[in-house]
């Protein structure tokens, strides 16, 4: 089993910036990629960045490329999300994931269902 645990949640104004952890415990050796993914009220969850341990490759969602960043420590396994100029739209409950079967393109790490386990979550608003 592989626990997630998420941190750095919290609440800004608009244009702050927050930068989330998540650090990854237990059976981790066979980890292909790790994910950030949010969902805001009333809506479903969707992608949003991910990055893919072996060569470092990243993927975002359209809206937030420009302002997030995610990066890795593959010895502490641990992923973060550096987020800057948030927008009220950021706003929203954000999941770490990870996977552990290999995609040779990116654009398949989008689906929900290439990530075997998920953090419970951390609470990000933001505030115009």
């Known amino acids: 089993q592989v626990q997630l645990v998420e941190s750095g949640g919290g609440s800004v104004q608009t244009g702050g910036s927050l930068r989330l952890s998540c650090a990854a415990s237990?059976?981790?050796?066979?980890?292909?990629?790790m994910g950030w993914f949010r969902q805001a009220p009333g809506k479903e969850r969707e992608f949003v960045a991910t990055?893919?341990?072996?060569?470092?490759?990243?993927y975002y969602t359209d809206s937030v490329k420009g302002r997030f960043t995610i990066s890795r420590d593959n010895a502490k396994n641990t992923v973060y999300l550096q987020m800057n100029s948030l927008k009220p739209e950021d706003t929203a409950v954000y999941y770490c994931?990870?996977?552990?079967?290999?995609?040779?393109?990116?654009?398949?790490?989008?689906?929900?269902?290439?990530?075997?386990?998920w953090g419970q979550g951390t609470q990000v608003t933001v505030s115009s």
């Open positions: 990055i893919r341990k072996r060569d470092g490759s990243t």
């Open positions: 237990g059976r981790t050796f066979n980890v292909d990629a």
């Open positions: 994931a990870l996977g552990t079967i290999y995609y040779t393109n990116m654009i398949y790490y989008r689906a929900e269902s290439a990530y075997n386990y």
